[in-house]
């Protein structure tokens, strides 16, 4: 059996990001360092909305559209924001820094 | 003709550029100068009144440096979305700014203004017949109640309009609202090169040297007609395959498929491929038609907002911060009882939450805390008003345990209320179907200086 590890997200990336898609939505981007990591998480589903929703500590609903994208190793998916862009109670008006939960995700790797 | 060579100067005319990158630029000969004025990122205020992303200063000096290169070298000049969020105000307000340069200068120049206000009527009329559609999962259908409350509604345009302004041999273009890429699309589709490329080029260059590691300003870009090459004329910058895959998906809702007026690009099969130390090749991009439809914007006022900005030092009092917060919606309410429901009034605490808000999962108690108070009423003076009651609860309510009598937090400006005007919200964000692409955005044409 596959020897695993336990791996810090930010330890396998080269951007982790998030910003406006829309003034409605919010779009998470997460690239990885190379197609082997890529590849690996693919294969696992390792991002997907159960776990992010845990992440998050949101409803597995506020999870949308967990795309892989292999041309760039790359996971982008989408939250609803909480508030309309820039309305009363704004707090980070280009979503530039929800990204932050993404930082503390640990994924379980081939040793 | 085997390639054109794009200069965008940055990513948001405005926020300045290096004039010695720039220059740089204009010694390789660009064929166009595609510089994107716009964004809705900086909010709903911008369609809302017309207010203009960037002081006027910032817009004319940069203006000075790009026309007197569309002067002395003959490379033309196209800004799309204008002033901020493309409103037939902004067109007319940077058209304005280009006239008093061309005529200072004593520059004689061609230009063409486009619009792209869509009248409330227009919509109307395509609600009717249900052509009106929300974009995106979130956004709820389109009322008739929401459109008259809008105060102004434009559209973005796609590359046809502008398509028919390259026709008439323009110097300067100065579009309304826009999709991004749609001016540098209108360009290289008209001059013959694939129309995947090209929506993906512009999709990437709009931004400048964003797409560049560290992001820079100036951009060159060359399609050719299976590829392009991206090249960040700061010394200091390089593109990597990683930094323009990024960029190919940011922003989107989509890793690969992004939509536009008129069709999908496709970017699935792309290959990013690193030809020296500083450019990327990039091939494979698909393009698939669809049916035609124009994204509206459009945004309402929903009252006037006050501040008070205010630092918390002391442990008793940034534990009692919500209590505090509480006791300033009751001494508002307590001092103005008609005002009930009539105001919103919260404490944003920043060294808390004050970032991620419900999503934040560290809650470590910080050594010190910032308050900003946000109040919206129907007018001004009620916003203040509040404003400085719930700033006279910050500083002298008696929470549970108070023993440093004095006041609860340090203040830093005078005065200590501070009115930040109307406040827009989008409540217009739909796809609109249309027949043909060019109907909804009229040109006017000028001769300049």
Redesign the interface.
Known sequence: MTKMKKVNLMDLT??VRS???????I?F?I?FKSKIIYDEIKKNNAINPIILAD????GKEKI??V?Y??????V?F?M???V??????E????SA??H??LQ?LTLAMED | MNEIKVLTPTGMLGYGFPVEDFNKGIERNPDVIIIDSGS??????KIGNGSMTCPTASYKAELLILLKAVYEHKIPLYISSAGGAGTNIQVDKIQEMVKEICEQQGYSLSSASIYADIPKKTIKDKLIKDQISP?????PALTLLELSNATTVVAQMGMEPFVEAIKNNVDVIIAGRAYDPAPLAAFCISKGFDEALSWHMGKILECGGLCAQPSCQVMLGTIRHDHFILEPLSEQSICTE?SI??H?????????LLPGPGGILD??????EQIDTRRVKVSGSLFKPTPYSIKLEGAKL?GY?STTIAGVRDPNVIVALDEIEMMANGYALQNFPHLEGKF?L?F?VYGRD??????E?DLTIAKEVCVVI?V?AETQDIATQVCSKARIALLHAPYKGRIATSGNCGLIFSPLEIPLGE????NI?HLMAVDDPCQYFPINYHQLG
Do not use: W
């Open positions: 080269s951007i910003k406006n898609a829309s003034p409605f939505e779009t981007d690239l992440l998050f500590g949101v949308l559209d795309i994208f292999d041309a760039a190793n790359a982008k989408n609803p924001r909480t309309p862009h820039a309305s009363f109670g707090i980070d008006m280009h820094q929800q932050v939960p503390k | 809705i990122d900086s909010g709903p205020i974009c995106g999962k979130h956004v990683t895959a990024a190919t998906m940011y922003e989107k809702s989509h890793p690969f970017v699935s099969a792309c290959k990013f929903v907002r919103k919260i944003h004050g970032v991620l808000g419900t999503l999962t946000e919206l406040t827009y919200e989008f964000y």
